[in-house]
């Protein structure tokens, strides 16, 4: 078993690798390490190998864990991955510096709110429900002109990309490349879509920002 560091020194070769991949995005994709549910120890790890960038889906566990951490971190960047309800909107902005789920009005105005309150920075993705999928976060495609419409003229949120996580047992590459396709009628430029099981494929269908959890930790459960 490779150690964190070589796990981690692997993942970036492959981002790196991907560019050479026509559809690629132009920089290296930025790897996001999804570090929910997982010991302390571990985190500390990826730590000392150099990755400061961390993904989240719950903003009271990632409080737990990131809080002092941030601390001793100063360059640290948290992502938020997870759905978030409109109650816990000021606490996520307090915590987070990118938002990967804004996907109703409710959250939208809710994390404007407090963005501006608190004038703290976040930048934010929408996340798309590519495959209307009734039980899925994320806008359905159907209604994502009015709901962009609405990000763009009643918040100032600085929306940054799109995000998707596609059916399970559906062929990832179609979804990633609708999200491109998707992005690109609104000159979005950051697509976060692919995870351990689908990354390569991810980046190679123009990934920005890649979120990888059990490909570099292990799996949570075990
Ligand atoms: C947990 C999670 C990930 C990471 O999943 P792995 O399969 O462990 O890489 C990525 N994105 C989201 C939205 C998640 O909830």
């Given at each position: 078993m490779p150690t964190l560091a070589a796990r981690l020194t692997g993942l970036q070769h492959t981002i790196t690798q991907s560019r050479k991949h026509p559809l690629a995005c132009t920089g290296d994709a930025q790897l996001i390490a999804v570090s929910k549910q997982q010991p302390d120890a571990l985190i500390d790890a990826a730590l000392q190998a150099g990755q400061r960038v961390f993904g989240e889906n719950r903003v009271q566990e990632a409080q737990q864990r990131w809080a002092q951490r941030r601390l001793l971190y100063p360059d640290l960047e948290l992502h938020l991955i997870g759905p978030l309800q409109s109650n816990k909107a000021a606490e996520a902005v307090a915590l987070f510096?990118?938002?990967?789920t804004i996907d109703r009005p409710k959250i939208a105005h809710a994390v404007d709110h407090a963005i501006r309150e608190q004038q703290k920075p976040v930048r934010c993705f929408i996340q798309v429900n590519t495959g209307e999928e009734p039980q899925k976060a994320g806008v359905l495609p159907d209604a994502l002109d009015d709901f962009v419409a609405l990000c763009r003229t009643e918040t100032q949120l600085e929306i940054v990309g799109l995000m998707c996580i596609p059916p399970v047992g559906a062929p990832p590459a179609l979804h990633f490349l609708l999200l491109r396709q998707i992005a690109a009628c609104y000159q979005f430029s950051g697509l976060s879509m692919g995870m351990s099981d689908d990354y390569d494929t991810a980046l190679r269908c123009g990934a920005t920002h890649v979120r990888i959890g059990s490909r570099l930790f292990g799996s949570r459960s075990g």
């Open positions: 510096d990118v938002i990967h």
